[in-house]
């Protein structure tokens, strides 16, 4: 046999991503970031005085407290992840690294994150950061399979990252900080009907009891609308509270009446899956855009001593 023919039948190596960046795939890196903006958000809209070294604690342990959550979800449904496309190739189940090796990272980093929070900020935001893992990991993860409430249940843990932001500068839960919780809860549930349409055969390939699977896609896509109509009238509470001013208002309002014409377009869509893909997009385009006009109300405030 020639080396030519030799090589042609040789089998290729597969290629591995580096360690490194298996351990950073198991934090969730996009969703970690995204709390950080939120705890961020809220620490800004309640800080009386601005400390870069408390700030830093802050976002130091609530990005271990988040990351190690993410790594524990990733440990608990590795079995699980195999059975869909989105996520057989992470690091658990492409067995990569061995079980263990995650779930030690995992523990260290959220007992870590815990105490950062605990030592440096306060006890409240560590106490808050603790609830969050809890309900992520000890009761949205399992309940994923067993019923489809399990999506607002798991709007709690994603909900609480712009309040422990509030408490890190206060130290107290107060009215504003849980507006703030409020608002997140509410964009979680149009958000994940989104993804979970998208997704619909892969959660179905995983045995998550997703509502269009449970209860039908038109019911999914109602739900969807409903909760948009709840989001945008939460969004606005905020300038009432004294939360936020008016420029904040008629950015929200603008955002909220854009994200609800889209819902709207749902019930009538002849192309559901093209027509979530886009509800999904927007769902991304309108929380960090309602953050921005959040800080940067409370600059303006600020400047004119409102």
Not at 17 to 37: F, G, N, S, V
Not at 75 to 97: F, I
Not at 102 to 116: H, K, N, R
Not at 167 to 183: C, H, N, Q, Y
């Amino acid at each position: 046999m020639s080396s030519v023919q030799t090589a042609s039948v040789m089998p290729i190596p597969a290629i591995h991503p580096p360690a490194w960046r298996d351990y950073l795939t198991l934090t969730k890196p996009r969703i970690t970031a995204m709390c950080l903006m939120m705890t961020a958000g809220g620490y800004w809209l309640a800080m009386s005085r601005f400390s870069g070294l408390h700030l830093l604690w802050t976002l130091l342990g609530s990005a271990a407290v988040v990351a190690g959550s993410c790594v524990l979800n990733m440990y608990a449904e590795r079995e699980n992840d195999k059975k869909m496309r989105r996520t057989a190739q992470r690091p658990l189940p492409a067995g990569r690294m061995a079980a263990w090796k995650a779930l030690v990272f995992g523990v260290v980093l959220s007992l870590a994150g815990t105490a950062l929070l605990a030592v440096f900020v306060n006890v409240l935001t560590a106490s808050l950061g603790a609830i969050a893992l809890f309900s992520y990991v000890g009761l949205y993860t399992p309940l994923k399979r067993k019923t489809s409430l399990f999506l607002l249940i798991g709007t709690i843990p994603g909900a609480i990252p712009p309040l422990m932001g509030w408490t890190a500068a206060t130290g107290a839960i107060e009215l504003p900080g849980m507006m703030l919780f409020f608002v997140l809860l509410a964009w979680q549930l149009p958000h994940f009907l989104a993804l979970s349409l998208v997704c619909e055969r892969d959660y179905e390939q995983g045995g998550i009891q997703i509502v269009s699977l449970v209860r039908g896609e038109r019911n999914a896509r109602l739900q969807a609308l409903f909760y948009s109509v709840i989001l945008l009238g939460v969004s606005l509470a905020l300038v009432p509270f004294k939360v936020a001013g008016w420029f904040y208002f008629f950015a929200a309002l603008g955002l909220g009446v854009w994200f609800l014409v889209i819902a709207l377009q749902g019930l009538s869509a002849t192309a559901p899956k093209r027509w979530a893909h886009r509800f999904f997009y927007a769902s991304l385009i309108y929380l960090p855009a309602l953050t921005g006009a959040l800080m940067i109300d409370a600059m303006i405030r600020f400047s004119y001593g409102a």
